[in-house]
């Protein structure tokens, strides 16, 4: 089944931009348009979920954020009617529509964005979320992550997560150091860990973290609502374009130095002692 966003997104957000002066609408209603002209075709579901986000944000952001939403909308072959024919929405439009932005836009957002922000975008990931039977866990993975963090060894934590999640050796360093730790969150629930794995995770891995008693049970029930398929399209947003490296093969051939830099001399007698067809041909031929 899948999770219900907030009762209220809009009376939510409106409640956290009066709290604190976080104004999170102009970021929230950027990734929810850039995720949204990202896929091709959308359900009836996904539709009206994004149409309702987007009519209660459109209007009370500013004129960037409404201009910078019109013109990836304007690009998208099957945008909704509704917002761009929206009053100040066709005015604050930029004078050509800019491509929607690639993967490390929408990660640089994220990753600048506050933890009230990445909270609720990340909750608000479950819209139009494909739900399917997760994967079983890699128990092997979590523990070696774990036993990483248990050592105080962001190091390790981090190329082990690399290799675990697929990503690039930045992106695993920025997860593992993030001083807010949503990040370890998201991965966390995508690589299926249990809950309690990942608060040892975070009371050992970073002190940042791990020295608010708040900020560990404010993450462990960010968590709680996160659900594995809004973390892994959270993954597919960090994760950057590129082609994976092809294998370097060794080469076939036996050294001419050996481990102390000398020569050896046991493989050079060796090819010496062994002629080549043509020559050991010539050599009959002067003995006869």
Known sequence: ??????????????????????????????VLTDLYVQ??????????????LALGLIDVVDDATRAAVTASLSAYPA?????????????????????APGTSDLREMFFAAGADERRLILLNLDTGAAARPAPPANHEIVKLLENAALQRNPGEF???????????????????????????????????????????????????????????????????????????????????????????????????YGADGAHDHRALSTRRATPLPGRQSERNRSAR
């Open 158 to 256: 981090s190329r082990t997560l690399e290799r675990a999640l697929g990503i690039d050796r930045e992106l695993a360093e920025r997860i593992t150091r993030d001083p807010s730790g949503e990040p370890i969150v998201v991965a966390a629930r995508a690589l299926g860990m249990t809950a309690a794995v990942l608060q040892r995770i975070l009371l050992f891995l970073n002190p940042a973290v791990g020295q608010s008693v708040q900020q560990v049970y404010i993450l462990a029930q960010l968590f709680d609502e996160l659900s594995r398929a809004a973390a892994e399209r959270m993954l597919n947003i960090w994760r950057k374009d590129t082609a994976p490296q092809p294998t370097v093969q060794k080469p076939a051939y036996e050294p001419v």
């Open 79 to 99: 945008a909704p009617r509704a917002i761009l024919e929206r009053p100040g929405a066709a005015a604050s439009a930029m004078p050509a529509p800019r491509a």
């Open 39 to 52: 896929k091709p075709t959308h359900s009836a579901d996904e539709e009206t979920q994004y149409l309702e």
């Open 1 to 30: 089944m899948k999770k219900q966003l907030v009762n209220s997104p809009i009376d939510a957000l409106v409640d956290l931009a009066c709290r604190d002066g976080v104004d999170v609408r102009p970021t929230l209603l950027r």
